[in-house]
Structure formats: C-alpha cells, structure tokens
C-alpha cells in the first residue's frame, strides 16, 4: 500500500494495520498522520516529510475555531459587517478542510 492509499483510510483501520507490526507501540493514541508515517517506517518505506508552509486540516481547524470566536464578538459589539465577512471567511475554510480530506461537498454530490 502506498502512502496515498493509507491516506485514504480511517484511523481505526491503520491502527489495525498498526498491530500488525511489532515495532509500533502506542498505536491507539497516535493521530491517523503519526500512524501512517509509523507503518512507512516499520515496513521500511522511505517517508517524506510535508513541506512545513503547507496546511493541515487540524492547522485549518484550529484557525475556524478563533474565526468563530471573533464572529461571536462582532455579533455583540453589533458589528454585522465584520461578522458577516468573517462568516464567509470560515465557510472557505471548512470547504477547503472538505476537499482536502477528499470528500465531495453536498452542492457536488
């Protein structure tokens, strides 16, 4: 399997695939990118490393998460354009946390 395809499947799945190996210990609280890069490893595939510019959808989620804090005080400082621009940014956000995952949004489907 390739890194694309291991990718693709859920975290339960690659911490399946995770007992399988000897080497790795700790399978069960390991986030699904740790546990990818853990089976290229033990299996001796080499395992490149992301560009560090390059988001990540956890990176993406935690920047919603502060959008959405902000958007809460506009809505109480009575600043509706503020929250309405900040509204859109974070629904960008989330379609971009979609496509990265792979999924196809409702509007595709």
């Known amino acids: 399997m390739s890194r694309e395809e291991l990718e693709k499947l859920t975290a339960i799945k690659l911490r399946e695939l995770a007992a399988q190996y000897e080497e790795i210990t700790g399978a069960h609280a390991m986030k699904k990118e740790e546990l990818v890069v853990a089976i290229l490893k033990a299996r ?57 995952s792979g999924q196809k949004t409702a509007a595709e489907g």
Request: glycine fraction near 8%; avoid cysteine; proline fraction near 4%.
């Open 44 to 100: 001796g595939e080499p395992v490149k490393k992301e560009k560090k510019g390059a988001p990540t959808i956890s990176g993406i989620k935690r920047q919603i998460r502060g959008l959405k804090q902000e958007k809460a005080q506009a809505h109480a400082a009575k600043d509706s354009r503020k929250a309405t621009g900040l509204r859109k940014k974070i629904k960008k956000m989330k379609r971009l946390t979609r496509t990265m």
